[in-house]
């Protein structure tokens, strides 16, 4: 049996590291040699833009993809949220592992402003629009950086809060005790899974991580990803999905905002597990048919 060193590919943060030697001690408890090599992401680097204005979906990504593609790395482990839905040519999902908490949650300095002015910060669309859906009378502002940077900037800032994704800040044991679970938002599609990749052709990688494939998560993120997929067209939008698996049902919340949070349109099905093929796109064609193409227009052109 052929035997080599696994070369895995990861971003510098604390949650990507975590994310990787996640990866790397199941590699190793199957009997496999790997190294880590971290790379500095753009999206790491240009901290003072907004995500959708660096105008790359997969700005986390792409570093690794050229990694890859330049064979300095073998693998690499992605928070599957970041991941562009069209992989690079010659690049393919290897794994996806089991999925941990898919909610948002709050992090404050005190609840009292909810019913009054307040300011919320974020550098997602997807949670600014959900935010000023519930909230109209306030401010939401832009927070960019990882885990760590973030809950730096919030205790800094006059801010009355900040909304992160819980599986992120569980992962490194930074979920404080004060925090507000706000399970009314419809998380990104794929939230709380980890997604490894690998060259379509190395056949040595790709038979190792199939071990670590779990699944009903990796059922439930492509049916959230198909529906990004259909919607979008390869541009940022305030989108939200969720699928989950209960005995043989799965069940779907799909959501589009327009970037001010006043419209909403909204698809929430419920099907046997083993109809999914197709699933997302189908749901995603309600939402487009229902008013959805017109307000992805009106997305574009206002993030032109």
């Not at 930074?174 to 997604?195: R, T």
């Not at 001010?260 to 796109?281: R, W, Y």
Request: charged content about 25%; hydrophobic content about 40%; proline content about 3%.
């Amino acid at each position: 049996m052929e035997s080599r060193t696994i070369r895995i590919g990861t971003r510098d943060s604390e949650l990507a590291l975590w994310q990787a030697h996640t990866v790397q001690n199941k590699l190793e408890n199957l009997g496999h040699t790997t190294t880590l090599v971290p790379v500095k992401s753009t999206g790491d680097i240009v901290l003072d833009k907004p995500l959708y204005e660096l105008g790359i979906t997969g700005i986390f990504t792409k570093t690794l993809d050229i990694a890859m593609i330049n064979n300095d790395i073998d693998i690499a482990v992605h928070s599957m949220k970041d991941v562009p839905t069209a992989l690079p040519k010659g690049i393919v999902e290897a794994a996806v592992l089991e999925r941990a908490n898919t909610k948002d949650i709050l992090l404050h300095k005190g609840l009292d402003f909810l019913d009054a002015k307040g300011t919320i910060a974020t550098g997602s669309l997807r949670r600014q629009a959900q935010w000023l859906h519930k909230y109209p009378n306030h401010q939401v502002v832009d927070l960019r950086g990882n885990v760590n940077t973030r809950m730096q900037k919030l205790k800094d800032s006059d801010w009355n809060g900040a909304i992160f994704a819980a599986a992120g800040l569980e992962r490194i044991n930074l979920k404080p005790k004060e925090y507000l679970d706000l399970d009314w938002m419809v998380p990104a599609p794929a939230q709380g899974a980890m997604l490894v990749v690998a060259k379509e052709k190395d056949t040595y990688c790709l038979e190792a991580l199939s071990h670590l494939d779990h699944a009903d998560s990796k059922i439930c993120v492509h049916i959230e990803r198909e529906f990004l997929r259909e919607l979008e067209g390869g541009c940022t939008a305030p989108i939200g999905a969720l699928a989950e698996i209960e005995g043989d049902q799965i069940h779907f919340t799909g959501v589009l905002f327009s970037l001010d949070g006043k419209d909403k349109i909204e698809v929430s099905k419920t099907i046997k597990l083993e109809d999914n093929k197709n699933f997302g796109i189908h749901c995603a064609q309600e939402v487009l048919n229902n008013g959805g193409k017109k307000l992805m227009k009106k997305i574009k052109a206002s993030l032109k």
